[in-house]
């Protein structure tokens, strides 16, 4: 199983970014998905989960009207549209994948190897 995880980089605060998460060696369409982000000295933590139809979708509180996941499960793809970017939300950005959506750590069966996302201010 892997999870390509890309579409991270610098952008200013107020800024966008789009990551994409492409998914090979397991059958997408029967996974949860899920991003999570760890900065430096912090613990990972779940920013956003989508279920496995792409009907459900969860946030973090700390990201909600900002953020927005979506799949294309044709292309075994999952997306994490971030605006209005702060300087709070650098971190690296893993991708997640679980037979039900992970919304923790401990819930997660495949990881993703990671992008950073850097907002200046």
């Known amino acids: 199983v892997q999870l390509q995880a890309s579409g991270g980089g610098l952008v200013q605060a107020g800024g966008s970014l789009r990551l994409s998460c492409a998914a090979s060696g397991l059958t997408f369409s029967n996974y949860g998905m899920a991003w999570f982000r760890q900065a430096p000295g912090k613990e990972r933590e779940f920013v956003a989960g989508i279920s496995r139809s792409g009907y459900n979708l969860y946030y973090a509180g700390s990201v909600k009207g900002r953020i927005t996941i979506s799949r294309d499960n044709a292309k075994k793809t999952m997306y994490l549209r971030m605006n209005v970017l702060k300087p709070e939300d650098t971190a690296v950005y893993y991708c997640?994948?679980?037979?039900?959506?992970?919304?923790?750590?401990?819930?997660?069966?495949?990881w993703g190897q990671g992008t950073l996302v850097t907002v200046s201010s």
């Open positions: 997640a994948a679980a037979g039900l959506t992970p919304q923790v750590t401990d819930e997660v069966d495949y």
